[in-house]
C-alpha cells in the first residue's frame, strides 16, 4: 500500500529544501507550522529556545501554498501541518503531521439515526 503523501514528494521535497535553507546555519533542528482557515494561511518557522531568527523566503510561501492547494483539489484539506527536521548523523530527518477539523465519519455520526443512509431530507 501507498502513502497517500507519495503523490506529494516533489513539493514536499521542495519545501523541506527551503524550509532549511531559511535557517540560521546555528540550527540544528526545528518546526515549520502552517495553519489554514480555507481562505488564509499562516506559517512560522521557529527553533524553541534559539535566539536567532529564520527568514520565510517569497519561495518557501509559495511552496507552503502549492502543497496546501494541491491537497486540497485531491480533496485532502487541511487545517493546520507540523514540519519539524532535525540534522541527525546519518542525515536529515523530518516528520510531517497534519490536522484535520473533523472526519466524514465524524460527519456521518452526527446525522440523526434516519439519515444514516444518504442525503435523505
Not at 515549520?32 to 529564520?54: F, Q, R, V
Not at 509559495?62 to 496546501?68: A, T
Not at 486540497?72 to 487541511?78: E, F, L, Q, S, T
Not at 501541518?81 to 452526527?110: P, V
Amino acid at each position: 500500500m501507498t502513502d497517500k503523501l507519495d503523490q506529494y514528494t516533489d513539493v514536499i521535497t521542495r519545501l523541506l529544501r527551503e524550509t532549511i535553507a531559511c535557517t540560521p546555519d546555528s540550527w540544528d533542528k526545528g518546526i515549520l507550522t502552517i495553519d489554514s482557515d480555507g481562505t488564509h494561511i499562516n506559517y512560522k518557522l521557529k527553533n524553541e529556545g534559539h535566539p536567532e531568527n529564520a527568514a520565510i523566503s517569497e519561495k518557501l510561501r509559495d511552496l507552503i501554498d502549492e502543497l496546501y492547494v494541491r491537497m486540497a483539489h485531491n480533496g485532502d484539506v487541511w487545517t493546520a501541518a507540523k514540519i519539524s527536521f532535525s540534522h541527525e548523523t546519518a542525515g536529515l530527518k523530518y516528520n510531517i503531521d497534519f490536522q484535520y477539523t473533523h472526519s466524514e465519519k465524524a460527519e456521518i455520526l452526527k446525522r440523526p439515526w434516519w439519515k444514516f443512509w444518504g442525503n435523505q431530507a
